[in-house]
């Protein structure tokens, strides 16, 4: 089945770096979504993205929608250590959520 | 605030039984999903079912089927459970089109031995 390319795969920060991680595809996406997921947990929605170049803020959460369409970016200004989890993009194009296949966030003090 | 709760956080069964996964969301969404995560491999589409009595298999559907009679609630089922079904199982649901939003219940832990 269909998957998004998410990179990196894991990242290992310390405390107060910033962190960027991306999601190509290479179908068109009317909607890009990011999510967060704990150890143990569903993942939760952080930021919807539903325009092409769009720029989107939570906090210290930041995504931005590709001019193309086919990609979406997510930064994370100043890590905490409750950052730590395994992040995910999700594309929309029908009724159908396409994944990616996640980004670890390791965060050390 | 969009609620999706699936019925069992963790759960064990033996080779052979069968198993039943509920998900309920109280959103009126058209939508609901079931994946299955396994580390290395994301989230992989096991169903999905566009509004009540309908469904579409996705990615992985060998070994599953599921059920959606009323709108609020989606079932999974393991017919005859087997140890390569032990994983993390995730519902979501969403109203229809595709500028929306999806949200996840918490996860069923399934341990088959």
């Known amino acids: 089945g269909q998957q998004l390319n998410q990179s990196p795969q894991s990242m290992f920060i310390q405390e107060g770096e910033d962190v960027s991680m991306n999601c190509t595809s290479s179908s068109i996406f009317n909607t890009w979504l990011w999510y967060k997921q704990d150890p143990g947990e569903g993942p939760v929605l952080l930021i919807a993205?539903?325009?092409?170049?769009e720029l989107t803020s939570n906090g210290r959460l930041t995504a931005q929608f590709g001019i193309t369409r086919k990609d979406s970016f997510l930064n994370i200004s100043a890590s905490i250590p409750s950052d730590v989890g395994i992040y995910f993009c999700?594309?929309?194009?029908?009724?159908?959520?396409?994944f990616g296949t996640g980004t670890r966030l390791q965060v050390f003090p | 605030d969009v609620k999706v709760t699936q019925s069992s956080r963790y759960l064990v069964k033996r080779t052979g039984e069968k198993v039943f996964l509920e998900c309920v969301q109280d959103?009126?969404?058209?939508?609901m999903f079931w994946y299955r995560q396994d580390p290395g491999l994301g989230l992989r589409l096991i169903y999905f079912?566009?509004?009540?009595?309908?469904?579409e298999k996705g990615d992985i559907p060998e070994g599953y089927s599921v059920s959606r009679e009323k709108k609020e609630r989606f079932s999974l089922i393991l017919e005859s459970a087997s140890t390569n079904q032990t994983s993390m199982y995730l519902c979501?649901?969403?109203?229809?089109?595709?500028?929306?939003?999806?949200?996840f219940g918490q996860g069923t832990r399934l341990t088959v031995v």
């Open positions: 079912s566009y509004d009540v009595k309908m469904k």
């Open positions: 979501a649901s969403k109203i229809t089109g595709v500028n929306t939003e999806a949200f």
């Open positions: 999700a594309g929309l194009n029908t009724d159908k959520l396409i």
């Open positions: 959103m009126d969404h058209e939508n």
């Open positions: 993205l539903y325009k092409a170049g």
